[in-house]
Each structure stands twice: as C-alpha cells, then as structure tokens.
C-alpha cells in the first residue's frame, strides 16, 4: 500500500511570502493531520481532520494559518504571510481511526529567511 | 498545562544491552499511549500502542509499560542494535474525537557496536 505522500520535500521562501503544502492520505483514511515539528521538538498538532470536516484546528494559528481537505481526500496546508518562526517541519498524518495509529508522510522542510 | 518529559535527551548504549526510555506526562489522564520511531529527515513511524487497562505490551525486541499511577511509560529494546540509532517520541492521548496526540520531545538513541 502506498504512504502518505507530500510535495514538496523542501521550500525556502522570504518572510512574508506565501507557501502551500499538499498531502494525499493512504487511500481509505478518514482522518487527516498536519503538524509543525520545530527542530528538537515533537510533532505539533496544527488542525485534525475527519473526512473533510475539521475536529481540532485550536493550535492552528488562523491569522497566517488555513487548511482545507476537499473531497476528504487530498489536502492543502498554506501560510500566508509566513514568519521567521514558521521556519518548521511540515508533517502531514493519516489514520483510519482517530483512535489507531498515524501514518506520516516524508514532510516538507520549510525554510523562512 | 499538560506536559510531557522524555527522559534525557539523548541515550547511549552498547551494542546487546536493553534501553530504557522513559515517559512522564502530568496534567493529563490518557486512556492510550503511542510510541513512535523518527529517523532523521523523515516521519515518525508507529511502533506500539498500549491503552490505560494493558500493564504490559511487547513486540519483538520492544516492550512497553503503562503505569496511570505513576503516570509513567516505559519503552525497552532488548538485545539493542545500531539499527536502533533513532529517536524515539511517545505520545499520550485521551480516548476521544478531536484529542489529539501531544508528543514528547523524544529521546534520541544511539547504539554502538
């Protein structure tokens, strides 16, 4: 079965400049996550997804921050305008169950100067 | 708040010994503990999952514990390998729609032969 996939792998944008993230879940998983691993941290919860409704979005910084899973399938993470502190890990997640295990894509490394 | 303390930031063993990394969570009553694997440059990747009422869970080489008294799990890989040089994030959680996983810092394994 294929993983969860994300593009791209690796951005670099200047502070202010937008950027957009995409995922595709391993086919079949209802709930869908994004979150922000800063260096040295752990993975932070940004906005939950089941199917293409949202079931946590209270870490997601709605100012800068919007996410959108159309068709509870594919989904697009966006910044705009970034800041120097978005500099980040973008993990995108999947599960069959908000009760069962996550499967993470590669992540996208986003890189503010 | 809700905490999580992953003992030491980094742990260093021979090759053959048992590693024991340690999970300490405060202001939170998870119903189930996750534990992950992250290897640098990609996603973390799921390794066991033991809920409130399991004491104990194994899986090959790993063992976790569970203890809500001590509000303390503990991850053990016996007959450790360099194979297992990673760090390791665990990740408590209560059983319901919308909580989402709060991951540790993680630990960060070295094994050397």
């Known amino acids: 079965e294929a993983g969860v996939a994300q593009s791209p792998r690796y951005k670099i944008i200047e502070k202010r400049q937008s950027v957009a993230f995409w995922c595709n879940p391993i086919?079949?998983?209802?709930?869908l996550y994004w979150y922000q691993q800063i260096l040295g941290q752990g993975p932070k919860l940004l906005i939950q997804?089941?199917?293409?409704?949202?079931?946590?979005d209270s870490q997601l910084p709605k100012d800068r921050f919007s996410a959108e899973r159309l068709k509870g399938v594919d989904s697009t993470l966006k910044i705009q305008p970034a800041k120097l502190e978005d500099s980040a890990v973008y993990l995108c997640?999947?599960?069959?169950?908000?009760?069962?295990?996550?499967?993470f894509g590669p992540g996208t490394r986003l890189t503010v100067t | 708040s809700q905490k999580i303390e992953q003992n030491s930031e980094a742990l260093n063993i021979q090759e053959g010994k048992t590693a024991t990394l340690t999970c300490n969570y405060t202001?939170?009553?998870?119903?189930?503990l996750q534990w992950y694997r992250q290897d640098p440059g990609r996603g973390p990747v799921f390794l066991l999952l033991i809920r409130e009422n399991e004491k104990e869970k194994r899986k090959e080489r790993l063992k976790v514990t569970f203890d809500t008294t001590l509000k303390q799990s503990l991850f053990h890989i016996t007959a450790s390998q360099p194979a297992d040089s990673a760090t390791y994030l665990c990740?408590?959680?209560?059983?319901?729609?919308?909580?989402?996983?709060?991951f540790g810092k993680g630990t960060t394994l070295s094994v050397s032969s």
């Open positions: 202001n939170y009553s998870p119903a189930y």
């Open positions: 086919s079949g998983h209802a709930t």
């Open positions: 990740a408590p959680t209560r059983n319901q729609a919308g909580t989402a996983l709060i």
């Open positions: 997804f089941q199917n293409n409704g949202v079931v946590d």
């Open positions: 997640a999947s599960s069959s169950d908000y009760l069962y295990e996550q499967y």
